[in-house]
């Protein structure tokens, strides 16, 4: 368990690596959407996503703690984050990427300044290789979600949405591993409860949704939704109980929902983000939060997409 003292501490340890996004409103999007409609802009953090923030809270502890290598097994978000922070510290970073890994993101990683190394299909393969690698470099391996300091870090987006928008009265965030949602429950239901925070996923990666219904963590695995920075097969062992414990709800949006909101979000807001991103607008946009008249703070979490 993370409790808010972590989120301050973390907000005061990566201050000075991110950027304070801002929050926009749209009439447009309010007047389809029957809510008066933010937009808490995480497309446009550095390496364009939130995923900075965990991966920075992390990275520099490990980094005071003495490490002088780091993998990971993410080619996504994650991967551009870790790259990125690692260098930013002068500590060398090895992303190990599935063997079809796309050239956009190779670049990505290699001009964050990190070094990629393809290994196997499967994330399992990815995992072991990239733990594997840090034990013979003396290093450490960077988890995506499923870690205190990297929920900490994805926390301090709940503190900065409470006090950049006082009237918020629900904040709607997407779910993959859980890591972006159990850092911002901590911090919202820790500070100001009366708060909602409403989970979205993919209705063909609902494995959140499962495990909240059954009460046991749920697989739901290979899907091939187009949201692919929430195709992560079960919640992870660290972020499930948080979510249990305070989600107010979790709405469940199709593929047509997810593409139309990106689309809509581009040509009203003239904003790019990532399908991971549109799933928030795609709920609120559906009516399935079951709210009217409220102050909705979608995230937007990431922004990164071959647009070719
Ligand atoms: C990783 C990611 C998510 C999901 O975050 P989790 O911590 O895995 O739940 C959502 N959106 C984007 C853009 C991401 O990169």
Redesign the pocket.
Known sequence: MIIVHDILQAKRDIQNVIDTTPILHSRSLSEICGNEMYFKAEHLQKTG?F?IRGATNKVKKMVREKAAYITTASS???GQAVSYIATQLGVPATVVAPEDVRDTKRKAIEAYGGKIETFGTTSEERISRAKELAKEKNGVFIP??NDAFVMAG?GTIGLEILAQLPKANVVVV????????AGILTAIKQSKPNVKVIGVEPEIANDTYLSLKSGEITEVPGSSTIAD??R?SKPGFMTYPIIQQYVDDIVLVSEDEIKEAQILVLERMKQLI?P??AVTVAAAMSGKLGVEGKNIVCVL??GNVDVR
């Open positions: 996503s995923k996504g978000n994650h995506p979600y994805q997407p779910i993959g591993g859980g890591g972006l949602i920075g929430l992560a990532e991971s991103a979490s990431g």
